[in-house]
């Protein structure tokens, strides 16, 4: 019977194969190199039939002029374009993955089609001149070229995993800080960096390069720089606040990372949450020795503006990110 039934599975797939229904293949970056040395990888999904990418979890770090960056649903749409070559290109874009108003694009060109019956598949580096062959660039006018890699056919997307983010407070310092990262949490619990104890606070989030989707979005960090009279995190799940700290204060903020968990962002206008996901409140303790406080309380938020704070957000109740219930 068992036997039957895999053969019944295997006549459904030629089938399906034969007129033209086929399943998203999942395809991972392999090799992938700039120009500048940075590199790419992550995974999507692509629907050979309808031209359609589902999902993308692509991972770029960081080189001249750019800083490293996670390319997920939540912060980045991906479509199937003509560029003049055999093969429709892969676009990639983030709307403001370069700041306000400027869009950061990842554009990668396969030499053939991608159908899951051939793997590899070599990425186009032979129109490289032109734009339209492997590509990063901001508003696609200043690009860094892909030289070498290609796309491999895998059949299993990268697992779904929950961390749980805690806070930690210092009273000589009046700050608090919050990690998802076991190793610090463990340095933290043993004097590693001394004055600091759990407040008992925490939410849940995604695991950096979880597999991605809805809303989601890679969280960036930033470390201040005590030259510039700081010494404190800053996160941020918004791509354009990511680039803009950058840019705005490059000395005073040093880029540490542009994914330390993934989790939600609330709908930009009214700060509502998607799905049963629940608010994440930050408040900027507004001195010169700049440290922010991320809590899932409201009543903390609350009692902390009381104080002095200033709550920063979307929408009339400032909600900053949204966390896994």
């Known amino acids: ?55 993308q979890n692509i991972h770029v770090t960081d080189g001249p002029n750019y800083l490293s960056f996670t ?12 560029q003049g070559n055999p093969q429709p290109g892969l676009i990639f874009r983030s709307p403001e993955g370069g700041g306000e108003g400027v869009a950061r694009d990842l554009r990668i060109t396969p030499v053939s089609t991608l159908n899951g019956t051939t793997s590899p598949v070599a990425i186009d580096l032979a129109t490289l001149a032109g734009g339209s062959g492997g590509v990063e660039c901001y508003n696609c006018g200043f690009a860094r070229f892909i030289v070498a890699g290609s796309l491999v056919l895998i059949m299993l997307p990268p697992p779904v995993a929950l961390v749980q983010v805690d806070e930690f407070y210092n009273a000589g310092l009046d700050h608090y800080f919050i990690t998802a990262n076991p190793a610090e949490k463990n340095d933290l619990d043993t004097g590693v960096h001394p004055g600091w104890a759990r407040t008992g606070q925490s939410f849940k989030a995604y695991a950096a390069g979880s597999s991605a989707g809805g809303s989601i979005n890679p969280v960036c960090r930033y470390y201040g720089n ?64 700049s440290n922010h406080r991320y809590t899932i309380s409201l009543v903390t938020r609350d009692a902390f503006v009381a104080m002095g704070y200033i709550a920063e957000g979307y929408g009339p109740n400032a909600v900053i990110m949204c966390a896994v219930p």
């Open 226 to 289: 005590p030259l510039a009279g700081l010494d404190s995190h800053f996160y941020s799940a918004s791509a354009r606040e990511c680039f803009e700290v950058h840019f705005k204060y490059p000395t005073a903020w040093t880029f540490e990372s542009d994914n330390v968990f993934q989790i939600s962002l609330p709908d930009t206008a009214t700060g509502a949450c998607p799905g049963s996901t629940i608010p994440v409140y930050r408040v900027w303790n507004n001195r010169v020795d």
């Open 71 to 82: 390319y997920v649903p939540g912060n980045s749409i991906a479509y199937v374009a003509l």
């Open 1 to 55: 019977m068992r036997a039957l039934h895999r053969v019944l599975i295997f006549a459904l797939a030629l089938f399906a194969a034969g007129n033209g229904v086929a399943a998203s293949h999942l395809w991972a970056l392999s090799g992938v190199m700039f120009d500048d040395g940075a590199t790419a990888s992550g995974t999507f999904s692509y629907d050979d039939v309808t031209g359609v990418i589902d999902s």
